[in-house]
């Protein structure tokens, strides 16, 4: 159905059931208990669970397809946000026209970008695009003050023209972003006996955006485009021998994922109608490799689990401060409390980083093919004890290779 | 594509999954029944304190957060209760806000703006904090101070010196006690007259951002007005660590005066850079080169150690002022963390004190009535002197320290010395001048 064989029609049945069960199955402690403090299922985290999912799954076309590893993304997330928020400013605070706008320019900016950068591959491609990308975050963060607003991020005001839309709200103040009228920031709270979960307006459309994002993808990788990109990734210099021109192929694959990266961020100026010049730092492309590295690269499903694992991270990790450590070992005796809270202090907090580094190089030294690969295996652990009882002798046949939706 | 083989029933199906997946969202309109953003229901009240804990103003973030711990002690009726006596208001009890007990959540900023939303939506969405306070950096109290007014929340800026703070972007629901690059500008720039002589020619380094921006515009203004000359103006990016590319070029121009518009780490460097290179050694027309840095902190005095001797500068507060308020302030903080505050920590505590008294004084923790008992809000006793939360802009009106880098000094913390307090009147400016025109207040929002 929906053009794919049974197997990944399953699949993205299972993706969309997770992602629209998201607020039930991210806050797993009770309100008030001491394990609150890990939920995440409120709207901010959510919402940029989704994006940065759409926004590996982009990265993913390239990088876990073709294997050309761009280190300049965050240029085309960026791009995409300033767009967004400009159509904000000067047309509505209706979401649709910003997000289109964004894939528009966020996909030029990636033509021009891979045209130049794809001349060469490997390392000197990494280098251009991140080049490029270190270029564009300085001419946002100081040459072009005037379009982006410098370090500040541009945000919108009261005095912007809005024409096709209200340019002040009714209470006064900017009016909010919406979809035809929907807020993207209503909620609608359930609560459940000791638990309350949030359904965020905006968090579903991020979903329904990643699931259609999700969905492209997956045919993508089962087409014979697809199909074309892998073999770029195996040996290109072969293809080329066979009278193949791959460039096309990269170049379609380097605009495809950056404009994924300009509807994620599009998104976010969406959730949150700011765009600023950190999102285009370096350090942002680098986060977007180690998601797509953690999940699992050429995964359909790992680039999603890295991004939720990097953002769980850095929003629930950073909050846990000195007093909620207090919290936690009260019961120690107060010396030993006072060393293990030195000891922990510097991994929550500010220190959120180490935990995060310390466990993806965990990842990348124990699991290579990232947590996919650490779900396969904890799978094949239940499957080889079903295998062992049907005395079937699998070894001796050719091994099924792995579904890449797995 | 590999598999598209377009069946009736297959239309269908897929037609109805779509459907029903685009209709999903709106069943989610309703919004809660709160009066006004994350009413407190129970028998505590959360506040939300983010400030840089990473980043080139994490000193600062440290203290201020040093600060809010101790407000919030003093809050809830712990430790000696510090400016509360002395305070001009007596409507806090020091039995939490409202009989409320105060608790509070922590986050970073890591002094961007992106970081700063997330770590603020996340205390209002998750931890259901009824007001934000903090910030080291003006360009990230501008965007929070943005989120704030969007979600119905109170915005207590802490360390921000930008005029566009309740200039051009002031929000209805933002408050800021700490001072302004005008008001350094307008205090420091007849002291440097009197001090350095009236025809001096100046070259500013920047920090490149919107706090950069207007303390250069202040700075120049000021000085130019008393017959200063400006050679250039550089801007240099907030990351950078390392400033001697900047600091080459001044020695080929006939400037005779640096003026440093960075602040933390920034200045630091920068004005380490400038002494290795030599400048204050620097004769130029037979005068000394003068290096003069607008704002200053005991916390960058301290980083920048021989360096800072006798450089002047302007600051909001210092601990070796001996009014009643300031000295009980500097003795609770000493007692419970060895060392006197910081402005930043200063600004923090009045901050959290102001809005606490707000919300008894309104008798609710509703943004609108917060907002209204602090406009217009005249008080003593926090170290300042006599102060006014003035209504048009939400900006503090106070009088401004002008401080020197003390020669002998007697302590880690015996860094800077007070020049002059310039009275208030002297710092007032319309709230339509031109340096902070082009916003609006807007509505407050309560959610």
């Not at chain 1, 946000?81 to 706008?101: E, R, T």
Request: some cysteine; hydrophobic content about 45%.
């Amino acid at each position: 159905m929906l053009g794919l064989n049974n197997k990944d029609f399953r699949f993205l049945l299972i993706v969309i059931a997770l992602t629209m069960a998201t607020p039930i199955l991210l806050q797993p402690f009770p309100e008030g208990s001491v394990m609150a403090q890990f939920n995440a299922g409120y709207p901010d985290l959510m919402q940029r669970f989704a994006i940065f999912g759409i926004f590996a799954i982009g990265f993913n076309i390239l990088f876990g397809l073709t294997g050309y590893l761009s280190f300049g993304h965050a240029a085309f997330l960026g791009a995409g946000s300033y767009s967004a928020v400009w159509m904000f400013k000067l047309l509505s605070m209706n979401v649709i026209p910003g997000i289109i706008l964004a894939i528009i320019v966020s996909g030029l900016f990636a033509l021009l970008i891979g045209y130049i950068s794809l001349r060469r591959s490997g390392i000197y491609f990494s280098i251009l695009t991140l080049a490029f990308a270190q270029m564009s975050f300085n001419l946002a963060y100081s040459v072009l003050t005037p379009i982006t607003n410098g370090e500040t991020g541009l945000q919108v005001t009261l005095n912007d023209p809005r024409i096709l839309g209200q340019q002040v709200a009714a209470n006064g103040n900017v009016p909010p972003t919406n979809l035809f009228g929907l807020e993207m920031g209503s909620s609608f709270k359930l609560p459940v006996g000791a638990w309350e979960f949030t359904f965020n307006a905006g968090y579903y459309f991020c979903a329904v955006i990643a699931i259609l994002a999700f969905y492209l993808s997956l045919r993508i990788f089962r087409s014979p485009f697809g199909l074309m990109l892998r073999a770029i990734k195996t040996n290109q210099t072969r293809l080329n021998y066979t009278g193949l021109n791959s460039r096309p192929y990269t170049l379609a694959a380097f605009v495809i994922s950056g404009m994924y990266a300009g509807l994620a961020g599009a998104l976010l100026a969406s959730m949150d109608p700011l765009a600023g010049a950190e999102r285009m730092q370096w350090t942002a492309s680098g986060e977007v490799v180690l998601m797509t590295i953690l999940g699992g690269v050429g995964t359909m499903m790992g680039p999603v689990l890295g991004a939720g694992f990097i953002k769980y991270f850095e929003n629930i990790f950073s909050k846990i401060n000195e007093n909620v450590l207090h919290q936690w070992f009260s019961w120690l005796p107060d010396g030993l409390e006072n060393i293990v809270i030195w000891v922990a202090e510097h991994f929550v907090g500010s220190g959120w980083h180490l935990t995060s580094g310390l466990l993806f190089m965990l990842v990348v030294i124990f699991l290579p093919g990232g947590l996919v690969e650490g779900g396969q295996r904890i799978a094949a652990m239940f499957k080889r004890k079903k295998a062992d009882d049907d005395s079937d002798d699998a070894g001796h046949h050719p091994k099924q290779s792995p579904h890449v939706a797995e | 594509m590999s598999n598209s083989n377009l069946t009736r029933r297959g239309v269908l199906k897929s037609g109805a999954v779509a459907g029903a997946g685009v209709a999903l969202p709106t069943i989610f309109t309703a919004s809660s029944a709160a009066a006004y953003t994350n009413e407190p229901t129970g028998g505590t009240v959360t506040l939300g304190f983010n400030v840089p804990q990473s980043g080139p103003y994490a000193d600062e973030g440290a203290d201020e957060l040093r600060a809010y711990q101790l407000a919030v002690e003093h809050l809830n009726g712990e430790g000696d209760a510090g400016m509360m006596n002395t305070f001009s208001s007596k409507a806090l009890k020091g039995n939490g806000i409202l009989g409320k007990k105060v608790e509070f959540v922590t986050g970073d900023t890591q002094t961007k703006s992106d970081a700063a939303r997330a770590s603020a939506k996340s205390m209002i969405e998750k931890d259901g904090a009824v007001m934000i306070t903090g910030g080291s950096s003006s360009g990230v109290a501008v965007a929070v101070q943005g989120l704030c007014q969007e979600a119905g929340v109170i915005f207590m800026a802490g360390l921000t010196h930008s005029n566009d703070t309740t200039g051009k972007d002031k929000k209805a629901n933002g408050f800021r006690h700490f001072f302004n690059a005008y008001m350094s500008g307008a205090a420091l720039a007849p002291v440097l007259a009197a001090r350095y002589g009236a025809d001096r020619k100046a070259y500013h380094l920047t920090a490149d951002y919107t706090w950069g921006w207007t303390q250069e515009e202040s700075i120049v203004a000021a000085t130019e007005a008393l017959g200063w000359e400006t050679v250039n103006t550089v801007k240099t990016p907030l990351a950078a660590t390392d400033f001697s590319s900047y600091i080459t070029p001044i020695l080929q121009t006939d400037a005779d005066v640096l003026v440093l518009n960075h602040y933390g780490g920034n200045m630091v460097n920068s004005l380490t850079n400038a002494v290795q290179f030599g400048l204050r050694e620097k004769q130029v027309n037979g005068r000394n080169f003068e290096i003069v840095v607008p704002l200053f902190s005991r916390l960058m005095a301290r980083g920048a150690g021989e360096n800072i001797k006798g450089i002047l500068g302007s600051t909001n507060w210092h601990w070796s002022l001996t009014d009643a308020g300031s000295a009980a302030f500097v003795k609770s903080f000493g007692t419970k963390y060895g060392f006197p505050p910081s402005q930043a920590a200063h600004t923090t505590y009045c901050q959290t004190l102001l809005y606490a008294d707000a919300c008894e004084r309104a008798g609710t923790f509703n943004p609108c009535g917060v907002a209204e008992a602090l406009e217009g809000f005249e008080f003593d006793g926090l170290g300042n002197g006599k102060t006014l939360y003035r209504a048009d802009d939400h900006q503090c009106f106070k009088d401004v320290l002008v401080v020197k880098g003390k020669d002998n000094p007697t302590s880690e913390f015996d860094l800077l010395e007070v020049v002059e307090i310039t009275p208030v009147d002297q710092v007032t400016y319309d709230p339509n001048h031109p340096m902070f025109a082009g916003g609006a207040l807007g509505e407050c929002n309560a959610g």
